[in-house]
């Protein structure tokens, strides 16, 4: 079955550390990758996304992201957190259009 | 200016109610889309409009029904309201349909059934 999987449900980082979230998914053919951040209380917002050429994307707020096709994955990364990076982080892939399949989300809590 | 703007914000109402949520985007786009988003966070599809015209229909129970008066809007009715609907109802939307357009989300409208 297709799927998108986040390994990490509650992420607790101190702030300056670096973060990786991991993201993997099962589907065939061409997909289309995205993350999404939902900060609190707010409607979610792309961070980046990736549908061709270089593997290694970058997005808003420093974060990127690289997609690894042999281990269908699409992880994110930032090299240095901040308090205000505290969020809800959802990647999603489309592979047909016309939706996004998510994950089911990291949420990440940056403590000062 | 608002991207997709939906209302109300917030809906509580009890079992066996009908209610709409309304949701309207100024972007242009040609394609919306309703999502559920459970208690646990996790969001699933639940209809996609291309202009007008329903693309996706993702099993949802038919007490929800799409309505897309022009490209512009979608809004969801809901007969019947069980309390299994509690949830937050985010609109989208997107130039078109292909893979690679970004959607815009918005804020959402959380409905509480008691």
């Known amino acids: 079955a297709q799927s998108v999987s986040q390994h990490n449900h509650h992420v607790i980082l101190s702030e300056a550390a670096s973060l990786e979230l991991g993201c993997n998914y099962s589907y065939g053919g061409t997909v289309n990758l995205f993350w999404y951040v939902q900060y609190p209380g707010q409607h979610l917002q792309l961070l980046l996304k990736?549908?061709?050429?270089?593997?290694l994307v970058k997005g808003i707020k420093g974060f990127e992201a690289e997609f690894i096709k042999s281990k269908f994955s699409f992880n994110l990364r930032k090299p240095s957190v901040q308090w205000s990076d505290t969020a809800e982080y959802f990647c999603a892939v489309s592979n047909s259009g016309y939706a996004l399949n998510f994950g089911k989300g990291t949420s990440l809590l940056v403590t000062p | 200016d608002t991207a997709v703007s939906q209302t109300p914000k917030y809906l509580v109402t009890q079992m066996g109610n009908d209610k709409s949520i309304k949701c309207e985007q100024n972007l242009g786009h040609d394609t919306m889309y309703w999502y559920k988003q459970d208690s646990k966070k996790f969001l699933k599809i639940m209809f996609s409009y291309n202009n007008k015209e329903l693309i996706i229909n993702e099993t949802v129970p038919n007490r929800f029904s799409p309505k897309s008066p022009d490209k512009a809007h979608l809004n969801l009715h809901i007969n019947s309201l069980e309390l299994g609907d509690s949830a937050v109802y985010f609109c989208?939307?997107?130039?078109?349909?292909?893979?690679?357009?970004?959607?815009?989300f918005g804020p959402g409208t959380r409905l509480t059934v008691t």
């Open positions: 990736y549908f061709s050429g270089d593997p």
């Open positions: 989208a939307s997107s130039q078109d349909g292909l893979g690679w357009s970004e959607q815009y």
